[in-house]
């Protein structure tokens, strides 16, 4: 096959920056956009880390923040009776996690006496961020790269291309295919790393595929690897050259911004050039390459006439919602109103009767002055209008309604201690607890509520406010969220609600 070194350097630059101003700011803000999200080896990371620190805490707050993270970690009974781990080993977790997870703590941090009650809260976000992050890395970041590409070949066709084009190798049906092969690619070159000249060989040998997969998502794995290492036989050397004939690039990519407006683009075009030039092979089978147009001339070698606008075959993925038959919910906005404060009621008569059953006197428990507590009220209607059409599956109903009700607890919990350094539960004595603001009794309890509350409460006070008239009710609920929003004006001013028996600021 005749290499060309001067005609894929030629095609690659213009491209970039002969067709169009438009065009050449869209391909800078696609490899701004992949620099951010961690897919691209550029320097405008390091720039955006800049970024990060500027705005976060300054690293002698952080620095003792991770120092409360090390002393409580190495007094946790897990360090202390599991013999196999130890505190060196407890240590240098907390090292790794403040590396993957600083925002975590700069986050967290921003509340120094929240930071200080909760350092085992801390430690659990950092590994939950960290998973996270993994999760990310391995089957978003690599198969969005897919999707980069696909953007960048097309801008070698047409004048402009639409910015949705990024995602149209991410179809239903080729979706799990994508992730399944590209996880496989970096599993496949992560462990030809290990044996270093391997590695390189190996990362030239399969490097297209994930421009295969571009251009054909339905391309299993095999195939696209025996296809990459068909394209690059006999040509791994022209590609190195080829690279590093454009060294500069590297020089420019240390420079912020000139790296992301010059070297960034042509970087990423010149990659899909020499995608073009190897596919073009007549040696190589060609049964996965289904783009016809590819196999045409550079946009900028032709007349901007001469061809109008491409048709792929690779559609767009269409972002149409399905029709939902029916209504969504079979209440009507009235009665999730009155829903949200009989449910609200009922949840502060509740911890009322509670307590005077346990200590023999009267306490309002609400975090406000009137007769609600709120979340008991959010959690119900939320239950009824998310849950109710599971109502006929009792169990997932029931799983459902334990889950959400975990969230809002925890939720609600976590806000009162992070924002107003307040707390008005504790289940750190009761069995099966998370930190204090969830438990097994109390989500089993709240789970039974629901279901009352789908099946029993939400008809009856449906039923209830359907016999009186449009006005009255109108009324009575705008009285109710007045008086509601005129406590909540009191706490915020004022502070909320406190004393013996109640909960309040720690």
């Not at 000139?258 to 073009?276: D, K, T």
């Not at 599971?390 to 939720?411: H, I, P, R, T």
Request: with cysteine; aromatic share 14%; hydrophobic share 50%.
């Amino acid at each position: 096959m005749q290499w060309a070194y001067k005609k894929i350097r030629t095609n690659s630059w213009n491209t970039v920056f002969h067709k169009s101003r438009k065009a050449w700011l869209m391909l800078v803000a696609v490899g701004f956009l992949f620099a951010f999200v961690g897919t691209s080896n550029a320097s405008q990371i390091s720039f955006i880390g800049s970024i990060d620190r500027f705005i976060g805490a300054n690293d002698e707050i952080l620095a003792g923040n991770i120092e409360i993270l090390k002393e409580y970690i190495v007094e946790t009974p897990l360090v202390k009776n599991v013999s196999f781990i130890t505190s060196d080993l407890a240590l240098s977790v907390i090292d790794i996690l403040s590396k993957k997870a600083t925002w975590v703590i700069k986050l967290l941090g921003a509340n120094l006496a929240y930071f200080r009650r909760n350092p085992g809260e801390v430690i659990a976000n950092m590994l939950v961020a960290a998973l996270i992050a993994a999760v990310i890395r391995f089957f978003i970041q690599n198969v969005v790269i897919v999707g980069r590409n696909r953007y960048v070949m097309e801008n070698r066709f047409e004048k402009e291309v639409s910015f949705r084009r990024i995602l149209a190798p991410f179809h239903i049906k080729t979706l799990w295919n994508v992730i399944r092969v590209m996880l496989c690619y970096n599993i496949t070159l992560t462990l030809w790393s290990f044996t270093i000249v391997g590695g390189v060989y190996k990362y030239y040998q399969y490097g297209f595929v994930p421009y295969i997969l571009a251009e054909n998502p339905s391309a299993g794995w095999r195939e696209a690897k025996r296809l990459s290492r068909a394209m690059t036989k006999g040509c791994k050397w022209k590609i190195f050259c080829t690279q590093l004939s454009y060294s500069y690039i590297w020089l420019l990519k240390l420079v912020p911004l000139v790296g992301l407006f010059v070297a960034v683009p042509l970087e990423m075009q010149l990659n899909a050039e020499l995608y073009f030039t190897l596919r073009n092979n007549p040696d190589i089978e060609k049964s996965l390459l289904t783009e016809p147009l590819f196999s045409g001339g550079a946009y900028t070698e032709r007349p901007d006439d001469s061809v109008g606008r491409p048709c792929y075959v690779l559609k767009d993925v269409s972002l149409e919602l399905p029709e939902r038959k029916g209504k969504i919910s079979p209440y009507s906005v009235m009665d999730f109103i009155f829903m949200f404060f009989t449910f609200c009621l009922i949840g502060w008569l509740w911890e009322c009767s509670l307590h005077m059953v346990r200590h023999h006197e009267f306490v309002n428990r609400g975090t406000l002055y009137g007769p609600w507590i709120p979340i008991y009220g959010v959690g119900g209607t939320a239950m009824v209008f998310l849950l109710d059409r599971f109502k006929k599956n009792k169990f997932k109903l029931l799983m459902l309604e334990v889950a959400l009700c975990a969230v809002l607890e925890y939720l609600s919990s976590f806000i009162l201690d992070f924002i107003f350094n307040s707390s008005y539960w504790d289940y750190k004595t009761e069995f099966l607890n998370v930190n204090g603001r969830i438990c097994f009794a109390g989500l089993t309890a709240f789970g039974i509520g629901g279901m009352a509350a789908i099946y029993v409460l939400a008809p009856a006070i449906s039923g209830f406010v359907s016999r009186y008239a449009k006005k009255p009710k109108v009324v009575v609920a705008a009285l109710l969220c007045s008086a509601f929003l005129a406590d909540v004006i009191c706490c915020m001013l004022f502070g909320f609600n406190s004393g013996a028996g109640v909960g309040g600021s720690l």
